[in-house]
Structure formats: C-alpha cells, structure tokens
C-alpha cells in the first residue's frame, strides 16, 4: 500500500493530466456569456463570379501579371447570423483594401474582388475577419 504521501502525488499527478486532456468539467463563472461556437470558412479566388449560382468562375491560385480583376469567395459556416466579416487584401504583407460583407444566415457564401494594376505582381492574401477583428481564416495566392 502507498504512503499517504505517494497517495497525495498520484492523486495530483492524475488531476494535472485530466486538466490538460479537458477531462475535467469546469464549472462556468455565473457572470461569464458562453463561448460561441467556431465559425469555419473556405476562401478560394477566381477571376469573376457567376452571380445567378453564386459560384466562383477560373479558380485557381496562381495568375498571370495583367490580369484585371481577382475575386475571393468565402464559405461561412457557422457564424452567429446576422454578423459581417472583413476580407482583407494583401500584397506582399502590405494592406491594399478592407471589404466589410454582411452574414445573413448560418451558412453564406460572400465575395469581394480587387482590380489590379498590372505591375501588382508577387504574393497576395487575403483574411477573413469576423466582427470583432478575429481572423476566422486565411488564403493566399500568386500574380506572376
């Protein structure tokens, strides 16, 4: 049998790797609002959008350097509606635009282009951004 001071270190041992692995329940702060679930996205680029099916027309991740227009389409899934994001548009870690876009349902499909110059080559990006300023996602692609 242990001593009661072996007992004591198996005992904290087990709960230190029950809190670790969330194997213990936590009671919830009487004055906390509950965690709202993740919401989850998928960005993906094109050069327009077929708006009578709200699909994205050429998508790819890679254009050639004269290229007028790229368009981001985003899935939302599971954003509290109504809400917004904000697709942020990046060349080469430097912020080219802010589209603010409402969320008007739990799933919802959004898009916002960028018209570019033809000297705009290199790595481009673009977040998507929740209401409070969190990103929700992140997609990239190339003008070469």
Same mark, same amino acid.
């Given at each position: 049998?242990?001593?009661?001071?072996?007992?004591?270190?198996?005992?904290?041992?087990?709960?230190?790797?029950?809190?670790?692995?969330?194997?213990?329940?936590?009671?919830?702060?009487? #004055?906390?609002?509950?965690?709202?679930? @993740?919401?989850?996205? +998928? !960005? =993906?680029?094109? /050069?327009? %959008?077929?708006?009578?099916?709200?699909?994205?027309? #050429?998508?790819?991740?890679?254009?050639? @350097?004269?290229?007028? +227009? !790229? =368009?981001?389409? /985003?899935? %939302?899934?599971?954003?509290?509606?109504?809400?917004?994001?904000?697709?942020?548009?990046?060349?080469?870690?430097?912020?080219?635009?802010?589209?603010?876009?409402?969320?008007?349902?739990?799933?919802?499909?959004?898009?916002?282009?960028?018209?570019?110059?033809?000297?705009?080559?290199?790595?481009?990006?673009?977040?998507?951004?929740?209401?409070?300023?969190?990103?929700?996602?992140?997609?990239?692609?190339?003008?070469?």
């Amino acid at each position: 049998m242990l001593d009661l001071n072996r007992q004591k270190q198996v005992l904290l041992a087990m709960a230190l790797m029950l809190l670790a692995t969330g194997g213990l329940a936590q009671e919830a702060d009487p #004055g906390s609002t509950p965690q709202k679930a @993740a919401a989850t996205v +998928r !960005i =993906t680029f094109g /050069t327009d %959008i077929d708006r009578e099916n709200r699909e994205l027309v #050429g998508e790819s991740t890679a254009f050639s @350097a004269g290229i007028e +227009r !790229i =368009t981001c389409l /985003t899935l %939302i899934q599971g954003l509290e509606a109504p809400s917004s994001v904000t697709h942020v548009w990046y060349r080469d870690g430097k912020t080219m635009a802010r589209v603010d876009l409402n969320v008007a349902s739990a799933t919802w499909r959004t898009w916002s282009s960028k018209r570019l110059l033809p000297h705009w080559t290199g790595h481009w990006e673009v977040k998507v951004l929740d209401s409070d300023g969190r990103v929700l996602g992140s997609a990239d692609f190339t003008v070469k």
